[in-house]
């Protein structure tokens, strides 16, 4: 997998500054934000502790922990679990038809929204 360079984090935050404009709130996902490479993440520091106004940043991971503690300390944590595989199927086949869903769970590695 490809590491998030500081010349993305710093195009992110030229545009950041920017206010919503279609909604009360913008929101900004970092995905996968544990592949941020150490310039990225110290760049991104400044951004995390003066966010513009009525921003939301949320960093998405599934090794949060690679992620500096300067970065990890700004964050309110959320730990989103993996539903049981049986879970995720019943709500696959509600939600869509195609086929191999249990194929396609486990390349997923258990989370069904994922792409």
Request: aromatic share 2%.
């Amino acid at each position: 997998m490809q590491l998030i360079t500081i010349d993305t984090i710093r195009a992110f935050t030229e545009h950041e500054s920017l206010t919503p404009s279609r909604a009360p709130r913008k929101i900004v996902l970092i995905d996968p934000a544990d592949r941020l490479n150490t310039a990225a993440a110290n760049a991104l520091l400044k951004t995390l502790e003066e966010p513009a106004g009525r921003t939301i940043l949320c960093l998405i991971g599934e090794h949060i922990g690679q992620l500096p503690a300067t970065i990890r300390s700004r964050c309110q944590h959320l730990k989103v679990p993996i539903p049981a595989e049986t879970v995720a199927l019943a709500w696959l086949r509600s939600h869509t038809t195609q086929r191999d869903q249990t194929l396609r769970l486990r390349l997923a590695h258990g989370a069904p929204l994922r792409h």
